[in-house]
């Protein structure tokens, strides 16, 4: 079955510290994959894509994020994290761009 | 240009009532999705839109659940017979390629909050 997991359901760092956020999908053909942030009482908003190519992808706000195939994981990393990360992360994956699946979500929380 | 709209913003129902939520898509956008987010859940696939078309309904829990697109615009859902089960976030987004094409994204709305009382 299609699905994908994200582990940590809350996070707590440290402004400038550094972020990772784990997703792991299950699929059955190469996936495309993204991850989406939401602020409370707001919709989703896209961070980054992957759909060939090299699996480093850069996106929004200083999130990247890295593909790796024999792990079926694709984790999301920003190297010093501001207060205004502080969101709700979901991954998601799909056929294209139809029907994602999205993961649980992980919540961030950013001390100063 | 302006987002994905929704409305309303918040609803409130007795159950056993029927509601309509509103989604106005990005100008031209030719795919439009449904989903809905139980809280502390990820958003789940209702169903999607090409044009006028509904092409996939299959993620709509229930025959209570209806959506429609008449002209390839605007679309509403609507909940016949609310029950409590239904509360949660309704989340709207549009596409701008055609379903089953690479390289476009979806973009989301605020979604509508349903709460069943």
């Known amino acids: 079955a299609q699905s994908v997991t994200q582990p940590d359901i809350h996070i707590t760092v440290s402004e400038g510290a550094s972020l990772e956020l784990r997703c792991n999908y299950s699929?059955?053909?190469?996936?495309?994959l993204f991850w989406y942030v939401q602020s409370p009482g707001q919709g989703l908003q896209l961070l980054l894509k992957?759909?060939?190519?090299?699996?480093l992808v850069q996106g929004i706000k200083g999130f990247e994020a890295e593909f790796k195939r024999s792990q079926s994981s694709f984790n999301l990393r920003k190297p010093s994290v501001h207060w205004s990360d502080a969101a709700e992360y979901f991954c998601?994956?799909?056929?294209?761009?139809?029907?994602?699946?999205f993961g649980t979500g992980t919540r961030l929380q950013v001390f100063p | 240009g302006a987002g994905v709209s929704q409305s309303p913003r918040y609803k409130v129902a007795k159950r056993g009532q029927d509601v309509a939520l509103r989604c106005d898509p990005i100008?031209?956008?030719?795919?439009l999705f449904w989903y809905q987010q139980a809280l502390g859940q990820g958003p789940e696939f209702l169903t999607y839109?090409?044009?006028?078309?509904?092409?996939?309904k299959s993620g709509l829990p229930s025959d209570r659940f209806f959506a429609e697109r008449p002209e390839g615009s605007v679309s509403t859902l609507k909940i016949q017979r609310t029950q409590q089960e239904d509360s949660a976030v309704y989340l709207c987004?549009?596409?701008?390629?055609?379903?089953?094409?690479?390289?476009?994204?979806?973009?989301f709305g605020p979604g509508t909050r349903l709460t069943v009382t």
């Open positions: 839109f090409q044009n006028e078309a509904q092409l996939d």
């Open positions: 699929y059955g053909a190469t996936p495309y």
């Open positions: 992957y759909f060939s190519g090299d699996t």
């Open positions: 998601a994956v799909g056929p294209n761009t139809d029907k994602l699946i």
């Open positions: 987004a549009s596409s701008s390629l055609l379903t089953g094409t690479g390289g476009s994204e979806q973009y």
């Open positions: 100008s031209g956008h030719v795919s």
